[in-house]
């Protein structure tokens, strides 16, 4: 039995800060860029995510790529 995973998608998300809840912990939002190519360079990825970063207001806590991939019995 072979397993093979094959990229369906990929998406960029920006984690920034939201303040603070009233009990004293982080609030965060998250921007979502979806359509990613599953063939691009994670190196090139985080070039555009630090493009996006300068449009934003709100501070930038973690860049994130979110692989989806579906996984086959073949």
């Not at 921007?31 to 599953?38: A, I, Q, W």
């Not at 709100?58 to 989806?68: A, E, F, G, H």
Request: hydrophobic content about 40%; glycine content about 6%; proline content about 3%.
């Amino acid at each position: 039995m072979a397993i093979v995973a094959n990229p369906i998608g990929s998406e960029l998300v920006l984690v920034m800060d939201n303040g603070t809840s009233a009990s004293g912990g982080q609030l965060t939002k998250n921007r979502v860029y979806p359509d990613v190519k599953t063939t691009a360079a994670d190196a090139d990825v985080y070039s555009v995510a630090q493009s996006l970063l300068g449009l934003q207001e709100k501070t930038n806590l973690s860049v994130q790529r979110r692989n989806t991939v579906e996984i086959q019995d073949i």
